[in-house]
């Protein structure tokens, strides 16, 4: 795409802070990239290349900080889907702005060191999270029962059968697993419990293969955050409550509140990831 000279004149140039995940795209060198999704606190900007992650959301502080995002202080512009943009050198120029990345945020914070009694006090409080998209699903079951035993074929046949199930841009079974992954992780680290990791690294591997042709471009992102422990300051508020760092049921809430079943889908998925770590780290 060729811009005008007239066009980079007249740019409105602001500056942003953006998560340390979408760091490989911003710092590479200008990629082509179109507006995939347009709301007025967002927009979904996919850029054409091969490295993770390839969709980018530009938000106001009304949108939902999810881990790929980059967040301005000044309203968006008027943008339609397909519209085009051009991402890199710690640039973003969308429309009439152009967004310079000055400040970056980690979407993976650690939580320190867990005790695993905390797990089943937090088991209890999440079980059965209300609205979750999913609910009574064989193979969510089968996999919270895989993830719990540890057997590995259960839990990839399980992922493998969920990823892009469902409607929207984040479809329930993508959320269940990003959930999941992001709890073993964390959990599994700060429990210093191996087992746990040891199912991520492989449920990761499993769910990131092949995601971009098996779910939305916004889902195989997170999908590919989710595979490095990233996630929305809301996850990562339930899984410090969990930790014993902050309140829970409150964090349970305000991610409960996310999307029409995201928030609900992605509790399932922290649910079944607490169950696995606690059973695999012998703190029943």
Known sequence: MTVSTHARRTRAHVSGAASTAVRPVLESQRRPARVLAAFPAGVY??????????VIA?????????????????????????????VGDRTIDLGPLSLSVRRWWDPAPPLGRLDPARLAEAEAALADPPGAGLAGDEAVEQLADSCARGWLLGAVTAAERLVGL??????????????????LRHLGRAARAERPQWLAGWLAATVTFDARTRTTPLSATLLHCAARGEASPEVIAVLRGIAGRQALEPALRRLHRLGHTSGADLAQGVAIGVRAVRSLSGAR
């Open 45 to 54: 900007l996919e850029v054409r290349t091969d490295l993770e992650p390839s």
């Open 58 to 86: 530009v938000i106001t502080g009304d949108a939902t900080r999810l881990p790929n995002s980059v967040l301005l202080s000044t309203p968006l512009p008027q943008l339609t889907v397909g519209d085009e943009a051009t």
């Open 166 to 183: 469902g409607p929207g841009l984040t479809p329930s079974g993508d959320d269940v697993l990003a959930g999941l992954l992001v709890t």
